[in-house]
């Protein structure tokens, strides 16, 4: 909690132990919802729990190899942050493990068969998250938007699928460190594609494809529709235990096994702040060292991908609780305190880093779990695999878990939401072509930095040139013309210049006009360019024998205007526009007979730079039926239905 929300709670006039044991039960949700646990939410997430549990253990073997790690790093991964985030967590559908991003993040910043530094990097990315929480900084998430978070999740599926071909085909030789290496890799080995392996992979694809829409056969027989159901969300433990078994029995397979995995649970210890010399392969062979990195130099090895894993995995979690929150607020805060709990606990159980799966987080919520306390189910099926089904690994075919893989990522690449962005907004489309394509050319870091700059950027060059809506008006009573402007989103320093500028234009190319207001509706609030660039522009048309008027100004302007040195600033309200322009213009007062201007103009805009109306049903010269508005780009959107050249007004 907040200091600020402590001192709402002092005003309050809660005692000390009060507000503490609030705190304290916002911060561990468990006390919120366990106190009315029942049986039948046991149930439900007992069904649940067990449900992920079987999509969990291979997927975490399969995303282990994607961080080019052994088997055992995924399964080391999936029970601790699972069994934390019953205790920290928010939302009953999310469950914490590897993922297919972070196993991708981690082989980008460690390489192959690196564990030392998967483990450390795991660690470090939940001190990130800690400090974050601490300092209640999950507004930083919001600067990734939807469609940088598409091109980067894109661009990781296509990543992680090319990283997956030489195991699918069954190929040898070093597979490469990013998108295009991988290709390069494929194609010079493709001599080395073996049909026992591309085979097996290609059947288990299309057989994972298949049994992914057995979920969807309507079946007249509740129980078959069910067990149809059931089969398709553990399609990826089917795959594995039937090819498992085919190897078992096959003395000598024609394809690619996993080989030994380490049994048991690992050693608890800190780890390595040291980390030893990357390892190198030579000839298929892994060669290691008995030299370290110091501490410092570690961090020459990790460089950002630490941050980048802590910052993704945030986005994650928040996007999930978003997701299945059912319009519930969603507290960052306690979503950065779990997750950094998770990974930073995780680092002693030789966990790698972890995040909300979606994937899992979806069966979890088909399943119908009903509280965080799945997870602990989802757990204690990981435990039990630890315990007693690692010789067993031994014997998964590389080829089906690369389909595995493939087959859960493939669904990332959100390809239908391109033509929708693209005719909603072209610059967030264009963002998340960028980021797609910089996230597989130049790695997951650097895609993700460069789309949040072209998201940030766009959002900067709307408020540098915001719409102008430009109007030429009569004043019923006087007949005295004046331009409004209205500015269709807020006035800061870095849209001052442009709007000063199309006001300027406006007044000389129209010097017929002597009257301009501004409409300051949609301006609530300034900054100090905005306050002083207006008090100069005032003062520069009063030198020219114009009139700035200030319409609907808030009264935080109107101290503004003070502040800067504009004792008086020119207010007008709506109602009084005809007053503000005779006093101005020292006009007479309107008498009873005066019945000038009796029809009001119709809102015409410019043409060819000439402020152009219509009145009492004859044209004036450059008139026609014109609409304008000054656009982010700079340029006038204009629409001419006559004539510009002068026209006889058909009144005699």
């Known amino acids: 909690m907040s200091s600020k929300k402590l001192s709402q709670d002092s005003k309050e006039g809660l005692p000390f132990s009060s507000r503490v044991a609030k705190m304290f039960k916002k911060r561990l949700p468990i006390f919120t919802w366990l106190p009315i646990y029942n049986k039948t939410d046991l149930v439900s997430d007992l069904i649940a729990g067990i449900t992920v549990g079987l999509t969990v253990v291979p997927q975490s073997m399969a995303y282990a190899a994607i961080a080019g790690l052994t088997p055992e790093y995924g399964l080391y991964?999936?029970?601790?942050?699972?069994?934390?985030?019953?205790?920290?967590?928010?939302?009953?559908?999310?469950?914490?493990?590897?993922?297919?991003?972070?196993?991708?993040?981690?082989?980008?910043?460690?390489?192959?068969?690196?564990?030392?530094?998967?483990?450390?990097?795991?660690?470090?990315?939940?001190?990130?998250?800690?400090?974050?929480?601490?300092?209640?900084?999950?507004?930083?998430?919001?600067?990734?938007?939807?469609?940088?978070?598409?091109?980067?999740?894109?661009?990781?599926?296509?990543?992680?699928?090319?990283?997956?071909?030489?195991?699918?085909?069954?190929?040898?030789?070093?597979?490469?460190?990013?998108?295009?290496?991988?290709?390069?890799?494929?194609?010079?080995?493709?001599?080395?594609?073996?049909?026992?392996?591309?085979?097996?992979?290609?059947?288990?694809?299309?057989?994972?494809?298949?049994?992914?829409?057995?979920?969807?056969?309507?079946?007249?027989?509740?129980?078959?529709?069910?067990?149809?159901?059931?089969?398709?969300?553990?399609?990826?433990?089917?795959?594995?235990?039937?090819?498992?078994?085919?190897?078992?029995?096959?003395?000598?397979?024609?394809?690619?096994?996993?080989?030994?995995?380490?049994?048991?649970?690992?050693?608890?210890?800190?780890?390595?702040?040291?980390?030893?010399?990357?390892?190198?392969?030579?000839?298929?062979t892994l060669i290691e060292t008995d030299e370290y990195y110091s501490f410092w130099d570690t961090w020459s090895v990790l460089k950002t991908g630490p941050l980048v894993i802590a910052l993704i995995s945030i986005l994650q979690n928040v996007a999930i609780s978003k997701a299945f929150g059912a319009g519930q607020t969603v507290d960052a805060t306690q979503e950065m305190l779990a997750l950094g709990t998770a990974s930073f606990t995780g680092g002693f159980f030789s966990s790698i880093p972890i995040s909300a799966s979606f994937s899992r987080s979806a069966v979890n919520d088909a399943s119908g779990v009903r509280s965080p306390m799945g997870g602990a189910y989802t757990g204690i099926i990981v435990i039990l695999a630890l315990s007693f089904l690692t010789p067993s690994f031994y014997y998964i075919p590389k080829a089906s878990l690369s389909a595995v893989i493939i087959a859960a990522v493939i669904f990332m690449i959100d390809y239908e939401a391109v033509i929708p962005m693209w005719k909603i907004s072209k610059i967030d489309c264009i963002a998340c072509i960028i980021t797609f394509i910089a996230s597989m050319f130049l790695g997951m870091e650097y895609g993700i930095l460069i789309g949040v700059v072209v998201s940030v950027g766009a959002l900067l060059l709307k408020s540098l040139r915001p719409a102008l809506k430009t109007e030429l008006k009569v004043e019923r009573s006087t007949g005295v013309d004046y331009i409004l402007v209205t500015p269709e989103a807020g006035l800061y320093f870095p849209s001052v210049d442009h709007i000063i500028t199309q006001v300027q234009k406006l007044t000389l190319k129209n010097k017929e006009c002597s009257v301009v207001l501004l409409d300051f509706s949609q301006w609530t609030a300034c900054d100090y360019t905005a306050a002083t660039t207006l008090v100069s522009l005032n003062k520069g048309l009063k030198k020219n024998e114009k009139i700035l008027g200030f319409l609907n100004c808030s009264p935080v302007w109107v101290h503004n205007f003070k502040v800067a040195g504009l004792k008086e600033p020119p207010l007008v309200h709506q109602a009084s526009i005809s007053t503000f322009i005779r006093e101005k213009m020292k006009l007479p007062p309107k008498t009873e007979g005066d019945t000038r201007g009796s029809m009001d103009s119709v809102v015409l805009g410019v043409v060819n730079d000439t402020l152009v109306t219509e009145r009492n049903g004859g044209m004036m010269e450059g008139v026609g039926t014109i609409s304008m508005a000054s656009t982010g780009s700079g340029l006038d959107e204009l629409s001419l239905a006559s004539s510009t050249k002068p026209i006889v007004s058909s009144q005699k």
Request: proline fraction near 5%; glycine fraction near 10%; charged fraction near 15%.
């Open 77 to 284: 991964s999936s029970y601790l942050g699972a069994l934390i985030y019953v205790i920290l967590g928010t939302t009953r559908q999310a469950t914490i493990g590897p993922t297919a991003v972070m196993g991708l993040l981690t082989y980008q910043t460690c390489g192959q068969d690196y564990p030392a530094c998967a483990i450390l990097t795991g660690f470090y990315a939940g001190i990130f998250e800690l400090i974050m929480a601490f300092l209640q900084l999950g507004w930083v998430v919001s600067f990734i938007s939807e469609p940088v978070t598409v091109g980067f999740t894109s661009g990781a599926a296509m990543t992680i699928m090319s990283s997956q071909i030489k195991s699918f085909l069954g190929q040898s030789g070093e597979k490469g460190d990013g998108f295009l290496t991988y290709w390069k890799a494929i194609f010079r080995d493709i001599n080395t594609v073996k049909a026992g392996d591309a085979t097996l992979g290609i059947i288990c694809f299309i057989v994972l494809m298949l049994l992914r829409k057995l979920k969807d056969v309507n079946h007249r027989n509740k129980h078959i529709k069910t067990a149809f159901w059931l089969i398709s969300l553990s399609r990826n433990a089917i795959i594995i235990l039937i090819t498992s078994l085919l190897a078992y029995l096959w003395k000598e397979p024609p394809f690619k096994l996993t080989g030994k995995v380490r049994g048991g649970f690992p050693t608890i210890q800190p780890p390595q702040f040291e980390l030893p010399y990357r390892p190198t392969m030579i000839n298929e």
